[in-house]
């Protein structure tokens, strides 16, 4: 199972990104989609959750900030960033938790003036 994610980049600290992540439907439909992140030199830690019935969770550092959302019709997760900060810059993947795991390439995320 491959999980398709994409819509990182560089961005000044302040700007936005949106990352997606389109995952098979069958997966997609009953399985909880998020988003985790690998900053340089450090563990790989959840960002954002969401169920298939649409409970949101976010780690602290992120709350008021970001925003997970899921399109049902096209079986994709997205994650948009605002207000992005340097401590932000990480390998962000994209993950389906349910009877399995499935994990999708990371894409980069650099936030530098």
């Known amino acids: 199972v491959q999980l398709q994610a994409s819509g990182g980049g560089l961005v000044q600290p302040g700007g936005s990104l949106r990352l997606s992540c389109a995952a098979p439907?069958?997966?997609?439909?009953?399985?909880?989609m998020g988003w985790y992140r690998q900053p340089p030199g450090k563990e790989r830690e959840m960002v954002a959750i969401?169920?298939?019935?649409?409970?949101?969770h976010y780690v602290d550092s992120v709350k008021g900030r970001f925003t997970i959302s899921r399109d049902n019709a096209k079986s994709s997760v997205y994650l948009q960033m605002n207000s992005l900060k340097v401590e932000d810059t990480a390998v962000y993947y994209c993950?389906?938790?349910?009877?399995?795991?499935?994990w999708g390439q990371g894409t980069q995320v650099t936030v530098s003036s």
């Open positions: 439907e069958d997966i997609f439909k009953t399985y909880t």
């Open positions: 969401t169920t298939s019935r649409y409970y949101t």
């Open positions: 993950k389906a938790e349910g009877l399995l795991e499935y």
